[in-house]
């Protein structure tokens, strides 16, 4: 594990809203929405962006309400939001991959061919409230991943967000 993941030393709000299993729930949805919509796993990199796109609220309350909304006038339209999106890719990166990991081991995420697949069920916790920010987080990274599968490839993807895989 990265020294700067250490449980110990992470801060109290850190612990809180990025724990393995808050994050894997997310994950989960959003793979599972895609292979929903796709018939198809979900490319590796696309999840890196999922936890980036539903924890900032500037940018989950900016999504569209419908997944045939064109992903690349979004990403116009929403370019201050998106300004520094690839720091935040890059800080929330660590999180993702201890996110996936905790799936693994617990049957939720499976690889295969270098894309994941949803395996047992996960439902969201009966404790959030359906106006909460953890169920907001969990509807809105459902939406992401049927959104990106009606997207296109994450080739397109990624240059719409100015980023490479």
């Known amino acids: 594990m990265l020294p700067e ?4 030393k992470r801060p109290f709000e850190i612990r809180n809203l990025l724990n393995p ?18 018939k198809k796993a979900m490319p590796y ?13 500037n940018i989950r309350h900016s999504l569209p309400e419908r997944v045939d909304k064109d992903f690349d006038a979004w990403t116009k339209k929403k ?7 690839d720091e935040i890719v890059s800080f929330l990166a660590p999180y993702t991959k201890e996110a996936i990991i905790f ?4 049957d939720y995420l499976e690889i295969q061919d270098g894309s994941l697949l949803p395996q ?24 992401v991943g049927r ?9 397109t993807i990624f240059r719409n967000l100015g980023m490479r895989p």
């Open 103 to 106: 799936a693994m081991q617990f």
């Open 120 to 143: 047992k069920v996960l439902q969201p916790a009966k404790i959030w409230d359906n106006k909460s920010e953890a169920m907001g987080c969990y509807k809105q990274s459902g939406f």
């Open 79 to 85: 370019s201050l939001e998106l300004l520094k999106f």
């Open 45 to 57: 990199p696309l999840v890196f962006l999922v936890l980036p796109i539903v924890f900032p609220s």
């Open 21 to 38: 299993a808050f994050c894997a729930v997310l994950l989960h949805q959003s793979v599972k929405e895609y292979y929903g919509i796709s």
């Open 5 to 8: 993941l250490q449980w110990r």
């Open 147 to 155: 959104w990106f599968a009606h997207t296109g490839s994450p080739a």
